[in-house]
């Protein structure tokens, strides 16, 4: 098998905030049209007990009322969660819940209960008081249950990486064995369903020489690890080799976790690519693509040192290579399903 440099630097590329081409909704459970279709529900439920639905105009308006309510109160708070980003302790996590729910609960309570004022045949002042009334009303309820599911998600989220550190006997913070058992042992522990069958060596022991420091070792580059597609004649075969380095990676269990998270986004692309032409890892604007892909899952796990690439440059990749833009999403590998979680540190 030939094998093919892939060279990698750190904190080159990460997540673009807010692109499009990046959020994606594999499983079909997209928050707003929920947010939509309970609003809609809730709205027909709430005008039918009060008496104010007589007809099937009526409902539908009121469903149509709350669907609009919910969208705007969903938008808005996945706006706010944007701009607060990940939260990094319990309280913080709570008060980033609270003030998502807020903000959703007010926007969606103005618009609703306008809405539902001027259905019913107030004049547009009077829908407007009645609005901020339900808005306020929006943001009490929004902030309690917002503050709520933030903490325990946040303690979900903190479990799932903890409960691998415990498994592992290690803490969080400091460093960690730096040996191929520790590292098969974490790979496990943490990302139990990688396709590990696609990787031929996962090693910190026997990493060659050259890929130490040759032009592009690790060691030279002071890249944390870099994942080599093995080819099969010109085609790329589907299997990979992973090589580590042992004075950053194992700098601690967290560092760890995001370098093994990071390199697994490259094997399951290029296993996603076998038989296609290995010609591509030469292409400098197909690995900046490859790269922003392991980096963007990289942050979700809450890698937030991270650098963005900018936007116009991911959709000039994205149209450069449009088959393998998506394709080589993280989003795509279900394995990342099972372990993309925000880990707040």
Known sequence: MQQLDNSQSSNRYSYCKNSPLVYVDPDGQNPIIIAMAFSALLNMAIQGASGNLHSAGDYFMAAGIGAISGAAGGIAGQAIAGVLGTAVSFGGSVANGALIGASGGFVGGVIGGSGNAWMNGSNFGQGLISGIGAGGIGVLGGALVGGITGGLQYQRDCSLFRKGCLELGVSEEGSVPATDKFLSDAQKAWFKGAPM?????????????KHLTGKYGLVTNNAFAKTLPLGVGDEFSGRSVVYFNKDLAFSSAKQLF??????????????????????????????????????????????????????????????KFPLYFDCLNYSNFKWTSTASFVYPF
């Open 258 to 319: 995001f370098t093994i998270g990071h390199e697994l986004v490259h094997v399951s692309q290029f296993a996603a690519i076998a038989n296609e032409l290995i010609s591509l890892i030469h292409d400098v604007d197909f690995n900046a693509m490859s790269e922003f892909h392991a980096y963007s899952y990289q942050n979700s796990l809450g890698g937030l040192e991270l650098n963005s690439l900018p936007c116009d440059v991911v959709t000039s990749l994205a149209a």
């Open 197 to 209: 069958k696609n990787v031929k060596e996962f090693t910190v022991e026997n990493v060659p020489e």
